[in-house]
Structures are given as structure tokens and as C-alpha cells.
């Protein structure tokens, strides 16, 4: 009878009722690994123990033993065998998964496992490249801190990339993961290579991998607000460039969005060379690129989502609020009808009175969080996001100090006149939401 994973692969499968057969199972599964001598043999059990793996995950744990002391040597027995390697590798990523932080332990047999499968220059590349990227990812998504030989193993990312291949999504999370695991390390030691990687891959790519580019290159901002900027002024110069342009889809538009406004609310000077630096090349004034700039983002705000996203450029607009000049006065009703349509969408309407900020996280939004699935990526996300100008910058408060700051830096006559160029409805919304 042919060993077959049908029992646990049903859809009506039960972890809890399989859990008193999990170690007896594994056990003989395991007997039969080490007893087979044939390599389709030892693909099947490798298989089906990847599957019970998957299914019961960190319920694997008190199991493993024998398994991972078993699995180097077999690795090692199956050199000429690229298809059992397959196996294994596939194997391991479900098993750190599984493991979860415990797989730290194991870095020293996976990291070599990892370079040998994503090496471009070895042959059994072919074979083992997307498991292993798939190992690479589950050891970064799982691992409590980092160390210098996960690290070290970083610099064979770039080359992949440059590869523009299917894997391109797995290996930017990959980067993403380095970059909140050891943000300062990671990028100290290729911040250059990543940004090379980056403006190369932007110059043929469709939107789809546009759009995961970007995001990337946000989470660098997100960690580094004010040198993230400067680190990849090559690329957000080629942003500036494409967003003027006008043609993209409101996907790839609304990440272009998003990094700008990061720039313009943690690093004015960046953003100011990045105006002059077009202006010069358009042969212009910096005010006429300032102008093109605002008049597509006023056009594509409606369009961008997901709402946080949106908030974040009701953010940067509101910062402009007190920039005095003669560019934003011209489009101030457009300025301010985006910001009230942003706080038409996140301020909660239970109470009227209390005009609060849904996204503002506080300590009680966090205690009411269900984080036991959490992995050690999913935390340093979560971590960044608290700390993230959304979620910790109230859009209505932020509008009245701007306002405020503005009605005294104009006088209040000026201050009049420039608020007369304001439609009577985008008028009234507003003065809902800076009464209180």
C-alpha cells in the first residue's frame, strides 16, 4: 500500500482529534525516513511529514528531535540527488515554521542550506532556488534577533533581485524582514546595493512589481524617516519624475504618493532638492514643479486606498498648510477639501462630540489585540506601525494647529481673504471639525 497523505489532507481534518496520534505518527514516519533506501522513498515521507507539519503547526515542537538531528546528515548524503533536496528544503521551511523561535538553534545547519540553494553560481540552483528563498523567508519571519552570519547571508539577496524573476516578491519580503530585524546592520552594510537594486529593477517592471518595489522602499522609510530619505534620493528623484508624468496605474500613483509624503513630513530638505533637482532639469522654477506636483495628488487622492494611506497624505498636506506660499494659497480649497474628505473616513461618528481618530492607536487598542499568531515579523510590524505618524498623529488636531498657525503668521485680514477662496460646503465641513 502506498504511503499517502489522505488521512490528514481532508477537508474535514481535525488538528485537535489528530493530536493523540501526532507523536506516533511522526515516529514512524520518521523510522521509515532513516530505514528507506530508495530516494522517492524518502521524497514521499518527507512529504507527508511536511504536510502533518504544516497542519498541526507549533503543536510539532516536543517532536522534532530526532527529525532535526537527522535531516543535516541526510542533506549531506543527498548531494547528487537535487530532487530529494527539494524535499528537504521544503521540509525545513515547514519546520521552522512550526518551530517558530526555537528554530534559532538550527541557523547554523539552515543558513548553509539557504546559500547553497540561492546560489546562482551552483548548478542545484535550478532545482532548489524557490525553496530555498521560501527557507530564507521562514528563517527571517521567525527569528527573535539577528546574528552576523544571518546577516552575512544578506548580500546573495542582490544578485536575485537583479534577476527580475517570479521570486521577486519573496525576495523583497526577504529584504523587508532584514530591514526590521537588524535595521542598522542591514543597511549600514547594503543600503547601496539595495538602492542600486531598486532604481535598476524600477526601469523595466510591471506595475504589479512596481507597486512591491515601492513598498519597500516605504519600509526603509518608515524605519529611517529623515536618512531613509536621503539614503534613496536616486530613487525618489525617479519617483518625482514618473508621478509628473501622469500615466501610472492608482496603485503604482498611490505608493508614489505615499514615499513623497513621507519625504515632505520627515525631511523638508530632501524634498526641497528634489523639487530644485527637477526644476533644473525641466528647465523650470521650483514652484512650477511644486504646482504640477500638487494638482496630479489633489486629482489622485479620491483614488488612493487603503484609508491609512490616505490619511498619511492628508498628513503632508496639512504640513503645507503653513508654508506661506503662493502655491498652496492657489490651491488651498483643493488642500483643504482633501484633508475634510480624509476626516470624513476615519473620524468616529458614535460620539459627535469627541471627533476621534480611528487610527490613533492607543494602549487600550493594543491590550484588546489578539496576538498569540503572531510571528516575530508580524511583531516588528506591529511595532513599527504604533509608532508610525498614522497611527500616532490625530489628522483633526494636526488641522487646527496648522490653522491656527497660519491665521497668525498671515494676520487676520489675510487670513480672511485666502479663506474666501474656499467653497462654502468645503467651509463648513471644516469649521465641524476645528470647532471643538
Known amino acids: ?143 527573535p534577533s539577528s546574528s552576523p552570519d544571518l546577516l552575512q547571508v544578506a548580500g546573495s539577496i542582490f544578485p536575485l533581485l537583479e534577476l527580475g524573476s517570479e521570486n521577486m516578491r519573496t525576495c523583497l ?49 518608515r524605519v529611517f524617516p529623515e536618512e531613509g530619505s536621503d539614503l534613496f534620493h536616486p530613487l525618489l528623484s525617479s519617483v518625482l519624475s514618473s508621478l509628473l508624468q501622469n500615466e501610472d496605474f492608482p496603485m503604482v500613483a498611490s505608493m508614489y504618493l505615499s514615499l513623497l509624503a513621507r519625504v515632505i513630513l520627515h525631511n523638508q530638505r530632501v524634498f526641497a532638492k528634489l523639487l530644485q533637482d527637477k526644476a533644473s532639469e525641466k528647465g523650470q522654477q521650483t514652484e512650477e514643479v511644486l504646482s504640477s506636483m500638487l494638482d496630479i495628488w489633489l486629482e489622485k487622492m479620491p483614488l488612493v486606498h487603503p484609508v491609512e494611506r490616505r490619511k498619511l497624505l492628508g498628513l503632508a498636506l496639512t504640513s503645507m498648510i503653513t508654508s506661506n506660499m503662493v502655491v498652496i494659497h492657489d490651491r488651498f480649497c483643493g488642500l483643504l477639501l482633501a484633508v475634510n474628505e480624509v476626516l470624513n473616513d476615519i473620524i468616529r461618528t458614535e460620539d459627535p462630540e469627541a471627533m476621534i481618530d480611528s487610527l490613533v492607536l492607543t494602549n487600550s487598542d493594543e491590550l484588546h489585540q489578539d496576538h498569540d499568531e503572531e510571528t516575530e515579523h508580524d511583531k516588528r510590524k506591529r511595532e513599527l506601525s504604533i509608532h508610525d505618524p498614522v497611527h500616532t498623529v490625530a489628522l483633526r488636531e494636526y488641522l487646527c494647529t496648522q490653522m491656527n498657525a497660519i491665521q497668525q503668521s498671515l494676520g487676520q485680514s489675510t487670513f480672511e481673504l485666502l479663506m474666501s477662496t474656499v467653497d462654502a460646503e468645503t467651509l463648513q465641513q471644516l469649521k465641524e471639525y476645528i470647532r471643538a
Request: glycine share 4%.
Open 173 to 221: 519580503h526577504i529584504v523587508q524582514g532584514y530591514i526590521l530585524l537588524a535595521p542598522q546592520e542591514f543597511l549600514q552594510n547594503y543600503g547601496q546595493n539595495l538602492v542600486s537594486s531598486c532604481c535598476s529593477m524600477i526601469t523595466d517592471i510591471r506595475p504589479e512589481g512596481m507597486v512591491l518595489v515601492m513598498r519597500c522602499v516605504e519600509v526603509v522609510l
Open 1 to 143: 500500500m502506498a504511503l499517502t497523505k489522505a488521512p490528514v489532507d481532508d477537508f474535514e481534518f481535525n488538528t485537535d482529534q489528530f493530536l493523540p496520534y501526532l507523536e506516533s505518527s511522526v515516529g514512524l514516519l520518521y523510522t521509515l525516513l532513516e530505514q528507506a533506501s530508495e530516494c522517492d522513498t524518502k521524497m514521499t515521507v518527507l512529504h507527508v511529514l511536511s504536510f502533518i507539519i504544516e497542519r498541526v503547526g507549533s503543536q510539532i515542537r516536543p517532536h522534532t528531535a530526532a527529525l532535526v538531528h537527522y535531516l543535516p546528515h541526510l542533506w549531506d548524503m543527498s548531494s547528487h540527488h537535487n530532487m530529494l533536496r527539494c524535499a528537504i528544503v521544503s521540509t525545513l521551511v515547514h519546520l521552522v515554521q512550526g518551530l517558530g523561535t526555537l528554530s534559532e538553534k538550527l541557523q547554523s545547519f539552515l543558513l548553509p542550506v539557504i546559500a547553497h540553494s540561492t546560489d546562482l553560481n551552483q548548478p542545484p540552483h535550478v532545482y532548489l532556488l524557490e525553496d530555498g528563498l521560501d527557507l530564507w523567508w521562514a528563517v527571517i519571519e521567525n527569528a
